[in-house]
């Protein structure tokens, strides 16, 4: 989650630069002084680095979403709430985009920005990235829960239903020679459970 | 709106800097939670959002009178056709056509505050209730079809986001002919809800003031209570703003009105910003293919951004605050409970954002009584009425702005804390779900005050 947070901030920060820049305008690095192109670097940086773990995680998203996306309704995995992810990661995005906006412009000697440029090109950066990111959000924390819920499931189920146990069975008879574990300790020690034992 | 947009005249040189009154309107703030944590009840459960209630007869048999209703909605018919009667055939010009003045400042914005201060007067105004009781002769015939199962208030809410829209983005709100011409369409849709699904039917779901004004009225100190058929039954009086504590079914659609609410009035304030026009000219760069839909298409971009924000941040502080409260599941009902307490905001902005129209513009319908059409007539002796400015010094504007809003939010965080009290197990539990609560009205109190502040003061 705390990935996604910081790839999505980085991309709406990207997003916002972009838009700010205007249509088909090309990369200008900001200032004059020596390392005044930092700023603009960075955000380019950044914003693609996020860019390419989000895409990372929307191929690994849609390959998941492809083999639960088909099942039917009833057996489809639980999904969290778009709204409840996509909430989370907007404020989490605007409040990175505030102190970041704020560290660059103190950075660069520039004024901070005023609450309506950040609501404004926060909401416009930061909004389409932060819907983006909760719908991949909400497409793989339905694959994991839906993985854990197996194992969950698969470690919950009693070792007499299993096939290793019918090949243990047929080993110890072969076998009788072994020495039989006490009754509890089936799972601390080597050998075959109590209840095989012959009497 | 251009009518005398924020006419303050000179700005006013704040003898502080802006942020020294920022900080502490959010100091207020956060002084009345610790005061309301300290002093307030520490109720839980039915008994936190219970508040006293005194019978008014004679309110009761005031608002029974036939006669009572026939003159409130008659004044509401005769205000609506003078809408379309002024704004189609008077003076294509916003500033002397009565069209704007009673549409956007005694309706839009003094109907609403009264109705806050006073309850839901839309009940008695409301035109097209009032036109349907003539056309039927008050016997309220069944619906022809029934609402499907679950649609809530959406069609309000859509409607309302349409007015806002128009209101805001569309650039010929100011425009008599487009005002009445939309008025009559409103009507048309109105009447066939009414008419289709029933009189009260429609409107409580599909009338995007009646829904408004619901929700403002249940600030006022005068309730109300009706039976089956829509006849009054009770009124009573109680403290004003606890009418927001009542039981609300829980839904997105009453969420997000509110929200739009507190949006529309932000994003109104917005617009009078340096940001905004740094924002629009920016944006318009990516838009101008459109021609002269590109402002309409930018505000209307902002609109939608501003309103998807609102509810996504509201919607992360209840989480937080569900958090803070240790309590699981039923995210609706708590996020729509809360929403509720949000009114008093929206209200309290309403009143600081409109003050100059109703002390100031609300005056320039006077003259234009005298000669409503713009044809020489001398109606009324009143055509040389001035304006007056003595409730409208920039100075005057700023303190009533920051007086109402932070009073609004004080509201806001006192209902909030009694809203807890009921939602959450023990009164610890409920006192930690508002911090969350309160953070969020800090952020909000200073940033409505930063919108209020741009085009009053030389601060701004």
Same mark, same amino acid.
């Given at each position: 989650?705390?990935?996604?947070?910081?790839?999505?901030?980085?991309?709406?920060?990207?997003?916002?630069?972009? #838009?700010?820049? *205007?249509?088909?305008? !090309?990369? /200008? $690095?900001?200032?004059?002084? &020596?390392? =005044?192109? %930092?700023? +603009? @670097?960075?955000? #380019?940086?950044? *914003?693609?680095?996020? !860019?390419? /773990? $989000?895409?990372?995680?929307? &191929?690994? =998203?849609? %390959?998941? +979403? @492809?083999?639960?996306?088909?099942?039917?309704?009833?057996?489809?995995?639980?999904?969290?709430?778009?709204?409840?992810? =996509?909430? %989370?990661?907007?404020?989490?995005?605007?409040?990175?985009?505030?102190?970041?906006?704020?560290?660059?412009?103190?950075?660069?000697?520039?004024?901070?920005?005023?609450?309506?440029?950040?609501?404004?090109?926060?909401?416009?950066?930061?909004?389409?990235?932060?819907?983006?990111?909760?719908?991949?959000?909400?497409?793989?924390?339905?694959?994991?829960?839906?993985?854990?819920?197996?194992?969950?499931?698969?470690?919950?189920?009693?070792?007499?239903?299993?096939?290793?146990?019918?090949?243990?069975?047929?080993?110890?008879?072969?076998?009788?020679?072994?020495?039989?574990?006490?009754?509890?300790?089936?799972?601390?020690?080597?050998?075959?459970?109590?209840?095989?034992?012959?009497? | 709106?251009?009518?005398?947009?924020?006419?303050?005249?000179?700005?006013?040189?704040?003898?502080?800097?802006?942020?020294?009154?920022?900080?502490?309107?959010?100091?207020?703030?956060?002084?009345?939670?610790?005061?309301?944590?300290?002093?307030?009840?520490?109720?839980?459960?039915?008994?936190?959002?219970?508040?006293?209630?005194?019978?008014?007869?004679?309110?009761?048999?005031?608002?029974?009178?036939?006669?009572?209703?026939?003159?409130?909605?008659?004044?509401?018919?005769?205000?609506?056709?003078?809408?379309?009667?002024?704004?189609?055939?008077?003076?294509?010009?916003?500033?002397?056509?009565?069209?704007?003045?009673?549409?956007?400042?005694?309706?839009?914005?003094?109907?609403?505050?009264?109705?806050?201060?006073?309850?839901?007067?839309?009940?008695?105004?409301?035109?097209?209730?009032?036109?349907?009781?003539?056309?039927?002769?008050?016997?309220?015939?069944?619906?022809?079809?029934?609402?499907?199962?679950?649609?809530?208030?959406?069609?309000?809410?859509?409607?309302?986001?349409?007015?806002?829209?128009?209101?805001?983005?569309?650039?010929?709100?100011?425009?008599?002919?487009?005002?009445?011409?939309?008025?009559?369409?409103?009507?048309?849709?109105?009447?066939?809800?009414?008419?289709?699904?029933?009189?009260?039917?429609?409107?409580?779901?599909?009338?995007?003031?009646?829904?408004?004004?619901?929700?403002?009225?249940?600030?006022?100190?005068?309730?109300?209570?009706?039976?089956?058929?829509?006849?009054?039954?009770?009124?009573?009086?109680?403290?004003?703003?606890?009418?927001?504590?009542?039981?609300?079914?829980?839904?997105?659609?009453?969420?997000?009105?509110?929200?739009?609410?507190?949006?529309?009035?932000?994003?109104?304030?917005?617009?009078?910003?340096?940001?905004?026009?740094?924002?629009?000219?920016?944006?318009?760069?990516?838009?101008?293919?459109?021609?002269?839909?590109?402002?309409?298409?930018?505000?209307?971009?902002?609109?939608?951004?501003?309103?998807?924000?609102?509810?996504?941040?509201?919607?992360?502080?209840?989480?937080?605050?569900?958090?803070?409260?240790?309590?699981?599941?039923?995210?609706?009902?708590?996020?729509?409970?809360?929403?509720?307490?949000?009114?008093?905001?929206?209200?309290?902005?309403?009143?600081?954002?409109?003050?100059?129209?109703?002390?100031?513009?609300?005056?320039?319908?006077?003259?234009?009584?005298?000669?409503?059409?713009?044809?020489?007539?001398?109606?009324?002796?009143?055509?040389?009425?001035?304006?007056?400015?003595?409730?409208?010094?920039?100075?005057?504007?700023?303190?009533?702005?920051?007086?109402?809003?932070?009073?609004?939010?004080?509201?806001?965080?006192?209902?909030?804390?009694?809203?807890?009290?009921?939602?959450?197990?023990?009164?610890?539990?409920?006192?930690?779900?508002?911090?969350?609560?309160?953070?969020?009205?800090?952020?909000?109190?200073?940033?409505?005050?930063?919108?209020?502040?741009?085009?009053?003061?030389?601060?701004?």
């Amino acid at each position: 989650m705390g990935i996604v947070v910081l790839a999505a901030s980085q991309v709406g920060h990207l997003l916002t630069s972009e #838009l700010r820049r *205007g249509p088909g305008a !090309a990369l /200008v $690095l900001d200032g004059t002084g &020596v390392h =005044a192109y %930092a700023s +603009t @670097l960075a955000t #380019l940086a950044l *914003g693609i680095g996020g !860019a390419a /773990v $989000l895409a990372a995680l929307l &191929v690994v =998203a849609a %390959a998941r +979403t @492809l083999r639960t996306g088909f099942l039917a309704p009833a057996r489809r995995p639980a999904r969290r709430p778009l709204l409840d992810l =996509a909430a %989370a990661l907007f404020a989490v995005q605007l409040a990175v985009y505030l102190v970041q906006e704020t560290l660059e412009a103190a950075a660069g000697g520039a004024r901070p920005l005023s609450p309506g440029d950040l609501i404004l090109w926060g909401c416009a950066g930061q909004l389409p990235v932060a819907l983006l990111a909760a719908l991949l959000l909400r497409w793989l924390t339905a694959s994991v829960e839906a993985a854990v819920a197996e194992l969950v499931a698969a470690a919950g189920q009693p070792l007499a239903t299993g096939p290793a146990l019918c090949a243990t069975r047929t080993w110890t008879f072969a076998r009788p020679a072994l020495r039989c574990r006490p009754a509890g300790r089936q799972r601390s020690e080597r050998g075959p459970p109590t209840l095989l034992c012959p009497a | 709106m251009n009518l005398y947009l924020h006419a303050f005249g000179p700005r006013y040189d704040l003898p502080i800097s802006l942020a020294l009154y920022l900080y502490a309107a959010a100091g207020v703030v956060v002084v009345s939670f610790v005061m309301v944590a300290i002093f307030a009840s520490d109720k839980t459960g039915e008994r936190a959002v219970h508040y006293p209630r005194l019978a008014a007869p004679f309110l009761l048999a005031v608002g029974r009178s036939p006669v009572f209703r026939a003159i409130t909605g008659g004044i509401g018919v005769l205000v609506l056709l003078a809408v379309v009667v002024t704004g189609l055939l008077g003076v294509q010009n916003a500033l002397q056509n009565p069209a704007s003045y009673l549409t956007w400042i005694y309706f839009w914005a003094g109907l609403v505050i009264l109705s806050g201060l006073v309850g839901n007067l839309w009940t008695l105004f409301n035109p097209w209730t009032a036109i349907y009781d003539l056309a039927t002769l008050g016997r309220r015939p069944g619906p022809r079809f029934r609402l499907p199962e679950g649609t809530g208030v959406w069609p309000a809410a859509v409607l309302y986001l349409l007015f806002v829209l128009f209101e805001l983005a569309s650039g010929v709100a100011s425009q008599p002919a487009v005002v009445a011409t939309l008025a009559i369409l409103y009507s048309v849709i109105t009447l066939t809800g009414m008419f289709l699904f029933g009189r009260d039917e429609w409107p409580q779901h599909g009338e995007a003031f009646t829904v408004l004004f619901s929700v403002i009225g249940r600030f006022g100190p005068v309730e109300t209570e009706r039976d089956d058929r829509g006849r009054l039954t009770g009124v009573w009086l109680r403290p004003w703003g606890t009418g927001l504590l009542q039981r609300q079914r829980a839904g997105w659609d009453w969420v997000v009105f509110v929200i739009l609410m507190l949006a529309s009035l932000a994003f109104d304030g917005i617009l009078a910003t340096p940001a905004w026009q740094s924002f629009d000219v920016t944006m318009g760069h990516w838009v101008q293919g459109l021609g002269t839909l590109a402002e309409p298409v930018t505000r209307t971009l902002g609109m939608v951004l501003l309103l998807a924000a609102f509810l996504l941040i509201f919607v992360a502080f209840v989480r937080l605050m569900l958090y803070f409260g240790g309590r699981r599941g039923e995210e609706l009902t708590v996020v729509t409970a809360f929403a509720l307490t949000l009114v008093p905001i929206a209200l309290v902005y309403n009143a600081a954002h409109n003050y100059s129209y109703l002390t100031y513009n609300a005056q320039s319908l006077i003259p234009l009584l005298a000669d409503p059409l713009g044809r020489g007539w001398h109606l009324l002796p009143t055509a040389a009425y001035q304006p007056s400015l003595a409730l409208n010094a920039a100075a005057t504007v700023w303190y009533m702005q920051i007086i109402l809003i932070v009073l609004g939010h004080v509201i806001a965080v006192y209902l909030a804390h009694l809203r807890a009290g009921e939602q959450f197990r023990t009164a610890q539990k409920a006192l930690l779900s508002q911090y969350p609560m309160l953070v969020l009205m800090v952020l909000y109190t200073m940033t409505s005050l930063w919108i209020l502040a741009q085009p009053t003061t030389k601060g701004g």
